[in-house]
């Protein structure tokens, strides 16, 4: 069968036959599944990313895949797609600034009100595999051991059942807990097994509420929050899609509580007058009434 690259020259055996009305029925169901955006740029990264899941499904051509992903029988292939064309990447202690402003200012008041009966809720939105909710437990752990027998959860939520499934598990290969300082390693992780791989703690694992959440979607959750880490999640949305989303965090977060985002994510200026900034991609939200006037970019 003659084959087309996404220059529509042809290639070798190996290649799919793709056209550019693939890609653009490929973004529109991104779009509207994940709320990702996918300019024309991005139409190599589209053919590379989906071969994989061509060749898996022994389809030739992009047509296929995308009456496919389009039907309604196709759900599970959409959510592959979604995987396949997000990243996953994270890691223990990722921008670690963030975990400093937990350790320095949040964690201390958080500790005093579950000590006197209180509740405390933090989330991370977009957890993918697990690092960034793990490392919120063991920061909090660290200075209050007995944080399971309080009123203390921690919410970790993704829209992909493929990573959440491994954060659940929470087994990591040797690498990944390297940067981990000795002690941590010690107190929240098993021994290394036979194949290298460390597992966090059962009692750290059971502290932390695994949800599959699609952020685009209306969110099911009331709060209050006292933090939310949302980071390297929105990089994908179009401005609208950011923008309602800030929004919805602002509207489940408790007064004062801390919204904590990527490094290349920004509030939209509609948001950001609800929210102080506190350091690096760092927002604490105003109480109603002191919001501030509108800012611009
Ligand atoms: C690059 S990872 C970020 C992980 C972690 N927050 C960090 O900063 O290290 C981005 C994650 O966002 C998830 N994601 C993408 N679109 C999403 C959506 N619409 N709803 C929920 N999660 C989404 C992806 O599945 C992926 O696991």
Same mark, same amino acid.
């Given at each position: 069968?003659?084959?087309?690259?996404?220059?529509?020259?042809?290639?070798? $055996?190996?290649?799919?036959?793709?056209?550019?009305?693939?890609?653009?029925?490929?973004?529109?169901?991104? #779009?509207?599944?994940?709320?990702?955006?996918?300019? $024309?740029?991005? @139409?190599?990264?589209?053919?590379?990313?989906?071969?994989?899941?061509?060749?898996?499904?022994?389809?030739?051509?992009?047509?296929?895949?995308?009456?496919?992903?389009?039907? @309604?029988?196709?759900?599970?292939?959409?959510?592959?797609?979604?995987?396949?064309?997000?990243?996953?990447?994270?890691?223990?202690?990722?921008? /670690? #600034? #963030?975990?400093?402003?937990?350790?320095? @200012?949040?964690?201390?008041?958080?500790?005093?009100?579950?000590?006197?009966?209180?509740?405390?809720?933090?989330?991370?939105?977009?957890?993918?595999?697990?690092?960034? &909710?793990?490392?919120?437990? %063991?920061?909090?752990?660290?200075?209050?051991?007995?944080?399971?027998?309080? +009123?203390?959860?921690?919410?970790?939520? $993704?829209?992909?059942?493929?990573?959440?499934?491994?954060?659940?598990?929470?087994?990591?290969?040797?690498?990944?807990?390297?940067?981990?300082?000795?002690?941590?390693?010690?107190?929240?992780?098993?021994?290394?097994?036979? /194949?290298?791989?460390?597992?966090?703690? @059962?009692?750290?694992?059971?502290?932390?509420? %695994?949800?599959?959440? +699609?952020?685009?979607?209306?969110?099911?959750?009331?709060?209050?929050? /006292?933090?939310?880490?949302?980071? +390297?999640?929105?990089?994908?949305?179009?401005?609208?899609?950011?923008?309602?989303?800030?929004?919805? %965090?602002? +509207?489940?977060?408790?007064?004062?509580? #801390?919204?904590?985002?990527?490094?290349?994510?920004?509030?939209?200026?509609?948001? &950001?007058?609800? %929210? &102080?900034?506190?350091?690096?991609?760092?927002?604490?939200?105003?109480?109603?009434?002191?919001?501030?006037?509108?800012?611009?970019?």
């Amino acid at each position: 069968m003659a084959t087309v690259a996404p220059n529509h020259q042809p290639l070798s $055996d190996r290649d799919f036959l793709y056209t550019h009305e693939d890609f653009r029925q490929i973004a529109a169901v991104a #779009h509207r599944e994940a709320g990702i955006t996918m300019p $024309d740029s991005k @139409e190599m990264l589209v053919y590379s990313r989906l071969g994989k899941r061509l060749r898996a499904l022994g389809m030739t051509d992009f047509k296929s895949y995308c009456a496919l992903v389009a039907s @309604e029988a196709g759900i599970e292939e959409r959510r592959k797609m979604i995987s396949a064309l997000t990243t996953n990447v994270t890691r223990f202690f990722r921008e /670690d #600034h #963030h975990f400093r402003l937990l350790t320095a @200012e949040v964690r201390p008041k958080l500790a005093e009100r579950l000590r006197r009966g209180g509740r405390a809720r933090i989330w991370s939105a977009g957890c993918s595999t697990g690092e960034e &909710a793990y490392s919120i437990a %063991f920061s909090l752990l660290t200075a209050l051991p007995e944080a399971a027998r309080f +009123n203390l959860k921690i919410l970790a939520t $993704d829209v992909d059942p493929e990573v959440l499934a491994l954060a659940k598990a929470g087994r990591y290969r040797r690498e990944a807990i390297q940067g981990l300082p000795e002690d941590m390693r010690r107190s929240f992780l098993d021994p290394e097994a036979p /194949d290298g791989s460390n597992t966090v703690r @059962e009692a750290v694992r059971q502290m932390i509420d %695994f949800r599959q959440l +699609n952020l685009i979607r209306p969110l099911p959750m009331k709060g209050p929050f /006292d933090v939310i880490f949302c980071r +390297n999640v929105t990089i994908y949305f179009d401005p609208e899609t950011q923008d309602r989303l800030w929004e919805a %965090f602002a +509207n489940v977060m408790a007064p004062g509580s #801390h919204l904590l985002i990527g490094h290349s994510e920004r509030l939209s200026p509609r948001v &950001a007058p609800r %929210f &102080a900034t506190t350091g690096m991609t760092s927002y604490r939200l105003l109480p109603p009434g002191a919001a501030q006037p509108s800012r611009k970019g």
